[in-house]
């Protein structure tokens, strides 16, 4: 029996992709250092710099990291961003993968707005148009519980710290920095649940729409902020609207693992 043709094709010929898929799944760990180095995202918390149903290339914080990180964390804030010319995914500062422990959800990818330490009054450092409070009292996580970055999904209305959805996130809790988009390449991941690029609200084409016609995701109250600062100490801006509950702002802004 010829081994280009039969059953011995076949075994070769799979045995060819499986090692092909394993070069590229190692080269990709290479690069990034962590695994897997994508995740899918499963939602419009990031709009309109991310998509649902983009893939994220993402590397460990410590690599590749610019001079205007925030000491060793390997993430750059909002705040140190603008003042450094440090962009990335169409606005200042690190867009992160982050893990609170003491969440069941699955991870979440946001902008790194800005730094505090443990037991800081953060009130007048936040821009006053993502939070909902008159004074470090009434403001969640406010004296900060401990060290770590706050943090927010550019097309949400809060900061994660201020709705709740998580602590000021510690450098150990970042798995990640987001460094490439691929549009839609996550889809495949998402698979046809209800978070799938075919479930209501999707960015890619809905199955039902016309030819062409493109059903883009509705976006959460608040929207993309139009400063590129955040306002000075006791400047208040306007209040967007009502913001979604906590666990709705965590189900906007999961991100899924992504296997190569």
Not at 3 to 31: C, H, Y
């Amino acid at each position: 029996m010829h081994a280009d043709s039969g059953p011995l094709l076949f075994v070769r010929e799979t045995l060819t992709s499986v090692a092909a898929v394993a070069a590229i799944g190692l080269i990709l760990f290479t690069v990034s250092g962590v695994w897997p180095p994508m995740v899918a995202v499963e939602s419009g918390s990031m709009q309109p710099h991310m998509e649902r149903g983009d893939l994220i290339f993402i590397t460990e914080p410590g690599r590749f990291s610019p001079d205007a990180a925030h000491e060793d964390t390997g993430v750059v804030t909002y705040a140190d961003g603008r003042e450094a010319g440090y962009r990335s995914f169409g606005d200042y500062g690190s867009v992160v993968i982050y893990d609170d422990p003491s969440s069941f959800g699955p991870p979440i990818i946001h902008r790194a707005r800005f730094w505090v330490d443990d037991g800081e009054n953060w009130y007048e450092k936040a821009n006053q148009s993502y939070i909902r409070a008159d004074n470090c009292e009434e403001l969640a996580n406010c004296p900060a519980p401990h060290a770590g970055f706050v943090t927010k999904g550019d097309n949400n209305a809060r900061y994660d710290q201020a709705n709740g959805i998580a602590a000021p996130v510690r450098p150990s809790w970042v798995d990640g920095v987001a460094r490439v988009r691929i549009p839609f390449l996550g889809c495949i991941r998402l698979g046809l649940g209800e978070n799938s690029c075919l479930s209501p609200g999707s960015t890619v084409r809905d199955v039902s729409a016309p030819t062409g016609v493109v059903e883009r995701a509705e976006l959460e109250p608040g929207g993309i902020e139009s400063s590129d600062s955040e306002p000075s100490p006791g400047v208040a801006a306007a209040s967007p609207a009502s913001a979604p509950t906590p666990s709705a702002q965590r189900a906007h802004a999961a991100a899924r693992r992504g296997a190569v």
